[in-house]
């Protein structure tokens, strides 16, 4: 895929990296850029809504559990691995 | 929700209001009014509960704004209506964004909502919105976050 605009629909829609002043480099006329630059704006967007994300600094303990790792999360809340082996999700 | 709201409250109006009280009674509010909304699915409820928190936050903003806290004035207080969100993109480029929104048709609103805001997956948003596919669903949201880039264009100042 090599077009720029494709490709920062792709950074925004998967979470990927990438380089944003080399895709603004290949735009090939303003209306390009400036769809670029509103992508980016979007990607930021998501990225400060993630960024508030409360993941807990590991390891901590849980009631008996002492907390471990953390495995993911998801639009419900926080996955983590706790020392028992046992998978737990907490509601942020 | 409640980290949701959180970034759209500056830290005068949080103290005043704590955030959880203010997310519950929007979300009773709602569910009270509910039987007479007709919602299509997770995706529009969730853009739905949004729109009333996103109300609640703007009437609370204005009650705060005309009735200051009581009691004494920190030395060191700096005024501002900044939240998070505005400290993180600017409120210019927030406004630009909630504009581009409001120009989209529902269902491409409720996925850009749902993925720029909640961080729904491709797999999450297939479940919300009837797609059949996690890559079905990726391409529906690229084509509302084309949409919504667009009319961002539009609405630059």
Redesign the interface.
Same mark, same amino acid.
Do not use: C, D, N
């Given at each position: 895929m090599s077009d720029p605009i494709e490709r920062a629909l792709e950074a925004a829609s998967d979470g990927v990296d990438v380089d944003w002043m080399a895709l603004e480099d290949q735009a090939r006329d303003g209306g390009a850029l400036d769809t670029l630059r509103a992508l980016k704006e979007l990607t930021a967007i998501a990225q400060a809504h993630g960024s508030r994300s409360e993941h807990r600094h590991v390891p901590f303990t849980w009631g008996p559990l002492e907390v471990r790792e953390h495995i993911a999360h998801g639009v419900h809340g926080e996955v983590y691995r706790p020392q028992t082996r046992v998978s737990i999700a907490t509601s942020r | 929700m409640?980290?949701?709201a959180?970034?759209r409250l500056p830290a005068y109006a949080r103290d005043l209001a704590e955030t959880q009280d203010l997310v519950q009674d929007s979300l009773v509010r709602a569910f009270k009014k509910i039987e007479g909304i007709e919602i299509r699915g997770e995706g529009a409820l969730q853009a739905y509960l949004r729109q009333v928190l996103l109300n609640a936050i703007r009437m609370e903003l204005r009650r705060v704004r005309r009735r200051p806290a009581p009691g004494p004035m920190p030395q060191d207080l700096e005024v501002g209506d900044a939240t998070?969100?505005d400290q993180?993109?600017g409120r210019q480029?927030?406004e630009?964004?909630e504009r581009a929104l409001e120009t989209l048709r529902p269902e491409e609103r409720e996925l850009?909502i749902a #993925?720029? !805001?909640?961080?729904?997956? #491709?797999q !999450?948003i297939a479940q919300a919105f009837g797609k059949p596919t996690p890559n079905a669903a990726?391409m529906a949201?690229?084509r509302a976050?084309?949409r919504?880039? !667009?009319a961002?264009?539009r609405h630059?100042p």
């Open positions: - | 409640v980290r949701w959180s970034g998070p969100l993180a993109i480029t927030l630009r964004y850009v #993925h720029v !805001e909640f961080g729904f997956s #491709h !999450e990726r949201l690229q976050l084309l919504v880039a !667009e961002m264009k630059e």
